[in-house]
């Protein structure tokens, strides 16, 4: 069983960068791994979803152009860089991975992973 563990969150100023980190316990070079974010009073988001085989990855359209995910595998890791940074994007963010073996595209919904880190915190102020 998969234990992710979220790090790099924190308070920035609009236009600043961060890159949050999402350490997995185990070998994850077959997982599918996305990041989600929840603001208060708002739902659940997908941001960003990498697959296995790093052949695919994917963005909302609202961080298109301004935040990259990448993954090492050799350090069972995978990025976020977030760059261009707007109040809008504050919210906890979740790691999420999920089981996939190479096969198929990431997925942009929660549902669809089956193990959640414990969030990390962003906060843009304008």
């Known amino acids: 069983q998969a ?10 100023q ?4 961060l890159r949050l980190s999402c350490a997995a ?3 994850m070079k077959m997982y599918s791994m996305g990041w989600f ?19 695919n ?4 359209d609202s961080v298109k152009g301004r935040f990259t995910i990448s993954r090492d595998n050799a350090k069972n890791t995978v990025y976020l860089q977030m760059n261009s940074l707007k109040p809008e994007d504050t919210a906890v963010y979740y790691c999420a991975a999920v089981a996939t073996y190479g096969l198929g595209k990431c997925g ?6 089956d193990y959640w880190g414990q ?5 843009v102020s304008s």
């Open 3 to 12: 234990q992710l563990v979220e790090s790099g969150g924190g308070l920035v």
């Open 14 to 17: 609009a236009g600043d960068s």
């Open 25 to 27: 316990s185990g070998d």
């Open 37 to 55: 974010r929840q603001a208060p009073g708002k739902e659940r988001e997908g941001v960003s979803c990498i697959n296995s085989g790093v052949s």
């Open 57 to 60: 990855t994917y963005y909302a």
């Open 108 to 113: 942009s919904n929660g549902y669809e992973y």
């Open 119 to 123: 969030g990390t915190q962003v906060t």
